[in-house]
């Protein structure tokens, strides 16, 4: 009889020995996936933010078709007190005036880029700086601040989504 017990004891033991070294895998598998999750959020983070200083640097140069590149086909702009622009020729309709004017035109620069949780959506805040010459010569310089949202797309790019800007003043 004290057999038994023993042998019961002893398969109690054995029994909470591989659940805790389930557990302790599960909980190093758990790690490896954040690890892997966060290097992942960081490669997409530097992607976008390579996209916009390449965004900025085609509407510096006033490349027109190479600025609206940056955008998913569907994506929506909302310019400041102007109505939506929805899909790239409609945005498009909206930058080639901008970058017409003389002076220095458009740039902007990266404060912030979130990328969600799932990795196939993410937005970036910055700010703008827009400097105009008239015809008179006179510079006018407004500062801003934006809001892209971006979407990764099939092949692993990210575009913009959605955008919006408003001037400081």
Known sequence: M???PLILLAALFAM???TSCYRAGE???QA???REIQQTHAADEAAIRAASAAWCQASVAKDLDKTISFYADDAVQFPNRAPAAKGKENIRKNWAPLLAQPGAGLSFQTTSVEVARWGDIAYETGTYDFATTDKKGKTSDEKGK????WKKQTDGSWKAAVDIDNPDH
């Open 2 to 4: 004290p057999r038994i």
């Open 16 to 18: 909470a020995d591989t």
């Open 27 to 29: 909980r190093d598998g």
């Open 32 to 34: 490896e996936q954040q």
């Open 146 to 149: 934006y809001v892209v949202v």
